[in-house]
């Protein structure tokens, strides 16, 4: 492996090891609010490519896609300077005629399972990520350092608004998930009972072909349930429309969580940038006053072969004070990034709020007004009915 290049090094795990996200399944499980939710879990399947590798033993385990977003945000956080390649697409569509409780999409569980997939032989491939100790613990151990990995490479002062934010987000989007799964069985109620008039309006049409005397006031009496019934299009397709504002701001969640990654990785890079520098000063002190507080081979080697001479200490002194300078300028610089990043992305998030409040009060006062109206529109249809029938 000696005369490989860089790349090609880091292909050797895939080299060595197969990896594949071999089946899908459904199952069925409490989240975190409590709440009883249909989920899919992917197999994650790793085998040695030669039956002669030393040290590899073909493994198996389940992973959520939601693991999956917690490895690769992970993976952002701790390689900055890295293009992580993205993951598949997180279904948030809840369209009423393919709802059902038992309902898992085959084309696009098939889908996210080979992108999925793909995902992991991207960071496999990767010169760097493919040695990263905690993707190796994804794909071959089930659950408890992986679940430790969200709270290991937190920030250590996190801002307190930022973190209610987060939480703000997850209890959006729950509630917007309610309520769209809501609105799409009452959007399979309606079509129900549209379809209903339509076949008693079939029924009343054929039953005036065999009635003389009541034949007009059956026909007429049809036609207005032909007409109700027709109607039923026109009605979900703005019964769409509602449901689209609301998935906009399904969607919105994960831009907030993402403002929120976004200020994390600030923090993160502050709060490195930070240590480096009391790493400094620490190695200034101890120079300075020939005094190691802390065990290292430097002081080690130091108390073997006798201390450094005057001239030795005074040149990385100078070093020293030069790193110094170039530390606290870059912790002044992260200071008023973080500080200007906060600044701005509060505006924003208070803006974004006052859109949400207005656009979905709107959008639910309509949607309101026009439950009302169709169901107003019923009534008239057995009012007119009824006026037909007392004419027979």
């Known amino acids: 492996d000696k005369n490989l290049s860089p790349i090609e090094k880091g292909t050797s795990l895939l080299r060595k090891l197969e990896i594949s996200v071999a089946e899908a399944e ?55 300077f890295v293009v992580v390649a993205p993951l598949p697409e997180k279904r948030a569509e809840i369209v009423w005629h393919k709802l059902s409780a038992d309902n898992m999409d085959p084309d696009f569980v098939e889908r996210r399972r080979v992108g999925l997939e793909n995902f992991l032989h991207r960071v496999a491939s990767h010169p760097v990520l493919c040695n990263d100790n905690i993707f190796n613990i994804f794909l071959t151990e089930a659950d408890s350092r992986l679940k430790a990995v969200n709270a290991a490479f937190r920030v250590k002062n996190p801002d307190g608004r930022f973190t209610e934010l987060k939480h703000y987000s997850d209890e959006l989007q729950t509630v917007l998930s309610q309520l769209l799964r809501v609105r799409a069985r009452v959007a399979d109620r309606l079509y129900g009972v549209y379809k209903v008039h339509g076949n008693y309006g079939r029924v ?62 600030t923090q993160f890079e502050l709060e490195m940038v930070a240590l480096d520098l009391a790493c400094k000063k620490q190695q200034k002190e101890e120079l300075v006053t020939g005094t190691v507080r802390t065990f290292s081979l430097k002081g080690m080697t130091s108390k073997l072969f006798g201390q450094e001479t005057a001239e030795q200490r005074e040149a990385k002194l100078q070093v020293l004070e030069q790193q110094l300078k170039e530390g606290e300028e870059a912790v002044k610089e992260k200071n008023t990034e973080s500080d200007e990043f906060v600044k701005t992305a509060w505006v924003d998030i208070e803006r974004f709020k006052d859109q949400k409040d207005r656009d979905l009060k709107e959008a639910l006062i309509s949607y ?19 006026e037909c029938f007392n004419k027979m």
Not at 47 to 67: C, F, H, N, Q
Not at 204 to 213: H, R
Not at 241 to 261: G, M, N, P, S
Request: charged share 25%; hydrophobic share 35%.
């Open 26 to 80: 459904k199952r069925t499980g409490k989240n975190t609010v409590n709440m009883q939710e249909i989920y899919t879990v992917y197999l994650i399947e790793t085998r040695p490519v030669d039956a002669l590798t030393e040290g590899i033993t073909p493994d198996s385990l389940w992973r959520r896609y939601s693991e999956f977003e917690l490895l690769r945000n992970y993976l952002l956080v701790t390689y900055p």
């Open 204 to 265: 009343f049409s054929e039953w005036s072909a065999i009635e003389k005397e009541m034949g007009d006031g059956l026909q007429s009496a049809g036609h207005h349930m032909d007409a109700y019934a027709a109607s039923v299009d026109d009605i979900l397709e703005e019964e769409e429309h509602y449901a689209d504002q609301l998935k906009e701001y399904l969607f919105y969640t994960d831009a907030l969580r993402a403002v929120c990654r976004k200020h994390e990785l």
């Open 368 to 386: 309101a007004v026009m439950q009302i109206s169709m169901c107003k529109k019923g009534i008239q249809v057995w009012t007119n009915a009824k």
